[in-house]
């Protein structure tokens, strides 16, 4: 070995010697981490400086050279990469040539987490993946400085994952290297990290200097033999280890027989005496036995689930029909109730209906009472009294009536100011309510405060006069015949309440001035806010039907709303002054009924249309005249407790595909799949009847002629059960 080597040798030795030296002192340091990232940067730096001392070629030359600038690409340079925001610091050797997307590739690998997450930046601009070291003015041997982050710190952050043994040994370290006399080159040394553990083998020393050289086994990787695809299997891993191993009883361990001389005692000696044998029958019989037991009592426990499981479905069961029960009777006991608080206290039209009912009813009970039991003069003095009687009933009901109707036009001409007065509402887009008062809307506030107070009833004669002339100035402001006339009637009761007139006869000359008063303010032109709620009858001669009872042209509105396209028949008050007079009937059962079944209508379809059609007297007459007020199967005959259903389930209800049943009733028959195969056909054919005769009805309206299918109407005689005719005995009839 020349001299030369030998200094070589001596000043890399020496160098990683004092590598080691100041490894050993920055982990003694407690900031051990920045005191080797100072010193990386020293090392870059030194190699930098010995770069640019170095004669390199220009990057326009190389490129020029393909062979050169292929040379170039494959020369390395030291990167050093900080990760955001830990702050720890990886430096690597690589290949300038490569792209940014192979070094996002390795350190990924380095790092354990995926390369689609990582992210470079140089200089706080992010490097783009298809870029190399050498676009990015990294020098060959040289090195460069960039950022590393996460777009996913929650999920992949990034931490070394180099072991706790290698944290003190850096990953490049420079070497200064004698060239020639007097000249030393700066060289960058990558350390390359063992992925195993290698025996030392031994080597030899220098015996000059006393340096130590390693065998090349222990510093190049482990050869690893090539696969052959077969599996190969060792004597050692086939082969039984066997052990010897010997065995000294302890001293006090014999045998000892009795003999003359010597006596044992047998106190502590046992009696073993063999037991039964057992044989291979009689043990598998045994566990036969006992997995026999096991799985009774395993079914036994499995039938006492599925019984527990039972009692609480029929528990449920129980319970959801005596709910239903309750439910039932409960709606019974409320509409029984409602009924008899209407009849009590009636407050609408369908309760004086109901009023005129119970007076008819108790009328024919009487009547026919009287004439089984009376005959001649008595019969007709006690139809006499029986009528002085019903006439005295009709005007109690009647003052009901009125007083009824008395209030309810008080309550009427209040919600109408309100509505007048009511601030224009709209909802805003935060969810608050809005309200604005314009002009009109105060006018009208003002005009119903001055009606309320001319109504309201007061025994000071000054606040009276106070009021009149208040309303006298309002109507002032306008001159026409009605306001000349309230200024006339405002005088005349202030001239009478000058005279010390008493208060009660000046109530009729109240009320026409509060009547004029309200004629008032119902006049557009004087408050223009009461336009939107007044009804103007249509001028149109099509609106306008003839009533065959007063024999009056009204408008439509008048008249009961009906499927029929003719309103030539009679207006809202002769049909309910006839009804009084004459049949004094109740509708309002039929009218729940109607809703109820409108009401299932659009939870089963919300497309129907024929129960919206229908009107009340058409209830009543497929209740009355085709079912006969019972229900198909029990004959129940309680209004109050009947419901149209669909017959087929299938198709949407209407007059020829119904059933009238009772609530309990209803529920059961709507879960049936096909009428046919439970019903009889004695009883089917009787609903068939029905359902022709309300086809036959409704056929005759123009309306409900286009909901019918296309099925050809049958006559009823056709409908009849077949029987088989009997055949005559031809044996001759005996004379007689």
Same mark, same amino acid.
């Given at each position: 070995m020349s001299e030369h080597g030998n200094n070589e040798e001596l000043e890399v030795e020496e160098e990683v010697e004092e590598d080691e030296e100041e490894n050993t002192e920055t982990s003694s340091q407690p900031g051990g981490d920045e005191v080797h990232a100072d010193r990386s940067t020293d090392v870059l730096q030194t190699v930098e400086e010995a770069e640019t001392q170095a004669d390199w070629p220009s990057d326009a030359e190389q490129l020029r050279d393909p062979q050169r600038k292929e040379n170039v690409g494959n020369s390395t340079a030291t990167v050093k990469v900080v990760l955001v925001p830990e702050g720890h610091m990886m430096t690597v050797a690589f290949a300038i040539g490569l792209s940014i997307k192979e070094l996002k590739c390795h350190l990924a690998s380095e790092l354990r987490?995926?390369?689609?997450?990582?992210?470079?930046?140089?200089?706080?601009?992010?490097?783009?993946?298809?870029?190399?070291?050498?676009?990015?003015?990294?020098?060959?041997?040289?090195?460069?400085?960039?950022?590393?982050?996460?777009?996913?710190?929650?999920?992949?952050?990034?931490?070394?994952?180099?072991?706790?043994?290698?944290?003190?040994?850096?990953?490049?370290?420079?070497?200064?290297?004698?060239?020639?006399?007097?000249?030393?080159?700066?060289?960058?040394?990558?350390?390359?990290?063992?992925?195993?553990?290698?025996?030392?083998?031994?080597?030899?020393?220098?015996?000059?200097?006393?340096?130590?050289?390693?065998?090349?086994?222990?510093?190049?990787?482990?050869?690893?033999?090539?696969?052959?695809?077969?599996?190969?299997?060792?004597?050692?891993?086939?082969?039984?280890?066997l052990k010897s191993q010997t065995q000294q009883c302890p001293v006090d361990v014999s045998s000892q027989t009795s003999t003359v001389g010597c006596y044992i005692s047998s106190m502590k000696d046992k009696l073993i005496s063999p037991g039964k044998y057992t044989t291979a029958d009689e043990y598998h019989e045994r566990r036969l036995r006992a997995v026999i037991c096991l799985q009774s009592f395993t079914r036994r426990w499995l039938a006492q689930q599925e019984v527990a499981r039972l009692r609480?479905?029929?528990?449920?069961?129980?319970?959801?029909?005596?709910?239903?029960?309750?439910? /039932?009777?409960?709606? +019974? @006991?409320? %509409? &029984?109730?409602? #009924?008899?608080?209407?009849?009590?206290?009636?407050?609408?039209?369908?309760?004086?209906?109901?009023?005129?009912?119970?007076?008819?009813?108790?009328?024919?009970?009487?009547?026919?009472?009287?004439?089984?039991?009376?005959?001649?003069?008595?019969?007709?003095?006690?139809?006499?009294?029986?009528?002085?009687?019903?006439?005295?009933?009709?005007?109690?009901?009647?003052?009901?009536?009125?007083?009824?109707?008395?209030?309810?036009?008080?309550?009427?001409?209040?919600?109408?100011?309100?509505?007048?007065?009511?601030?224009?509402?709209?909802?805003?887009?935060?969810? /608050?309510?809005?309200? +604005? @008062?314009? %002009? &009109?809307?105060? #006018?009208?506030?003002?005009?119903?405060?001055?009606?309320?107070?001319?109504?309201?009833?007061?025994?000071?004669?000054?606040?009276?006069l106070s009021v009149l002339m208040k309303?006298?100035?309002?109507?002032?402001?306008?001159?026409?015949?009605?306001?000349?006339?309230?200024?006339?009637?405002?005088?005349?009761?202030?001239?009478?309440?000058?005279?010390?007139?008493?208060?009660?006869?000046?109530?009729?000359?109240?009320?026409?001035?509060?009547?004029?008063?309200?004629?008032?303010?119902?006049?557009?032109?004087?408050?223009?806010?009461?336009?939107?709620?007044?009804?103007?009858?249509?001028?149109?001669?099509?609106?306008?039907?003839?009533c065959l009872a007063c024999h009056r042209y009204l408008p439509s509105t008048d008249f009961r709303p009906s499927i029929r396209t003719d309103l030539s028949g009679r207006c809202r008050h002769c049909t309910g002054l006839d009804n009084i007079a004459r049949c004094r009937e109740d509708l309002s059962c039929y009218k729940n009924i109607l809703r109820r079944l409108r009401a299932d209508e659009l939870q089963i379809n919300k497309e129907t249309k024929i129960p919206f059609l229908l009107q009340v007297e058409d209830v009543q007459y497929l209740v009355e005249g085709v079912w006969a007020s019972r229900s198909a199967l029990s004959a129940s005959s309680d209004l109050y407790n009947l419901v149209f259903v669909r017959w087929e389930h299938q198709r949407d209800w209407s007059p020829w595909n119904c059933i009238l049943l009772s609530k309990e009733e209803a529920p059961v028959h709507m879960v049936v799949e096909d009428v046919h195969e439970v019903y009889g056909p004695t009883f089917i054919h009787s609903i068939n009847l029905k359902h022709m005769q309300a086809r036959r009805h409704f056929s005759q309206i123009s309306t409900m002629v286009k909901y019918m299918d296309s099925q050809p109407t049958v006559a009823l005689g056709n409908q009849l059960i077949s029987k088989p005719i009997p055949i005559p005995d031809n044996t001759p009839a005996s004379s007689h």
């Open positions: 987490v995926p390369a689609e997450v990582l992210q470079i930046s140089l200089e706080g601009r992010v490097v783009e993946e298809e870029q190399s070291l050498i676009e990015l003015g990294v020098r060959p041997h040289g090195s460069t400085r960039m950022e590393m982050s996460s777009t996913d710190p929650t999920t992949h952050p990034l931490r070394p994952l180099r072991p706790p043994e290698h944290d003190n040994m850096p990953d490049v370290i420079t070497v200064r290297v004698q060239t020639d006399e007097g000249e030393f080159q700066e060289v960058v040394v990558e350390i390359e990290r063992p992925r195993q553990w290698k025996p030392f083998l031994g080597g030899y020393s220098h015996r000059l200097t006393g340096v130590e050289y390693h065998h090349a086994s222990v510093q190049t990787l482990h050869i690893r033999r090539p696969d052959r695809g077969v599996v190969v299997f060792s004597r050692d891993t086939q082969t039984v280890q609480r479905e029929r528990s449920r069961r129980v319970a959801w029909l005596d709910m239903q029960d309750r439910m /039932r009777a409960e709606d +019974k @006991e409320k %509409q &029984l109730r409602d #009924r008899r608080q209407r009849w009590m206290n009636p407050q609408t039209r369908e309760d004086f209906n109901l009023k005129y009912q119970a007076l008819e009813k108790w009328r024919c009970e009487e009547e026919q009472r009287i004439n089984s039991s009376l005959q001649g003069a008595e019969r007709k003095v006690a139809l006499c009294e029986l009528l002085d009687q019903e006439t005295q009933l009709i005007g109690a009901i009647e003052r009901h009536r009125i007083a009824f109707q008395k209030d309810n036009y008080h309550r009427s001409v209040r919600n109408f100011l309100d509505k007048c007065a009511a601030p224009r509402q709209w909802r805003a887009a935060d969810g /608050r309510l809005m309200e +604005k @008062e314009s %002009q &009109l809307t105060i #006018r009208a506030k003002e005009l119903r405060d001055l009606y309320n107070n001319i109504n309201q009833s007061t025994d000071s004669q000054d606040q009276r309303l006298k100035h309002t109507v002032n402001e306008h001159k026409c015949q009605l306001t000349r006339e309230i200024v006339d009637l405002i005088d005349r009761e202030v001239d009478l309440m000058f005279r010390n007139l008493n208060t009660k006869d000046l109530e009729g000359l109240k009320r026409r001035i509060s009547t004029l008063f309200l004629q008032y303010i119902k006049t557009p032109e004087f408050n223009p806010e009461v336009t939107k709620l007044l009804k103007y009858p249509s001028k149109s001669k099509n609106n306008m039907a003839l």
